[in-house]
């Protein structure tokens, strides 16, 4: 009995994150990405730390509850991203590209956001990603 319940553990302990689907809208059309979701402080924490690659049609949405300065780095992170700070409307209203993998500098956000976006890098220069873009998502006020 202990043998099948170790199993069970280690299978639940193993499970893929849910997903949820994030659709970005910019100057060259809409472009859909599979987002966890991070909206409590242990997986905001945790991000996409340690993570050795990530699909490319993947990223990480972190909600932070009130849109204020955000302030995010890359300790821990071995795969370079596109950070997308992104304001309680949906409006994009910052890009830092291409970040350093591993890196403790400070990343702020340049206006007050809601959420950030993480995603592989050169994502957001493949979609021609800029300030005003609109994020669709349920986090966000329509």
Do not use: C
Not at 14 to 23: C, N, T
Not at 78 to 101: N, S
């Amino acid at each position: 009995m202990s043998l099948f319940l170790a199993l069970i553990a280690s299978t639940v302990a193993r499970a893929e994150p849910a997903v949820e689907i994030m659709r970005i809208v910019t100057a060259t059309g809409e472009h859909d990405f599979k987002v966890e979701v991070a909206d409590t402080p242990k997986a905001r924490a945790r991000g996409l730390m340690f993570r050795k690659s990530m699909p490319a049609d993947h990223g990480m949405l972190f909600e932070f509850k009130a849109e204020g300065p955000v302030s995010m780095w890359m300790r821990n992170t071995y795969i370079p991203l596109d950070m997308v700070f992104i304001g309680r409307d949906g409006r994009v209203v910052g890009v830092a590209a291409d970040t350093e993998p591993m890196s403790e500098r400070i990343i702020p956000s340049p206006a007050p956001a809601y959420a950030v976006l993480e995603l592989n890098a050169g994502a957001a220069r493949k979609m021609s990603l800029a300030p005003g873009d609109q994020a669709q998502h349920r986090i966000f006020k329509r």
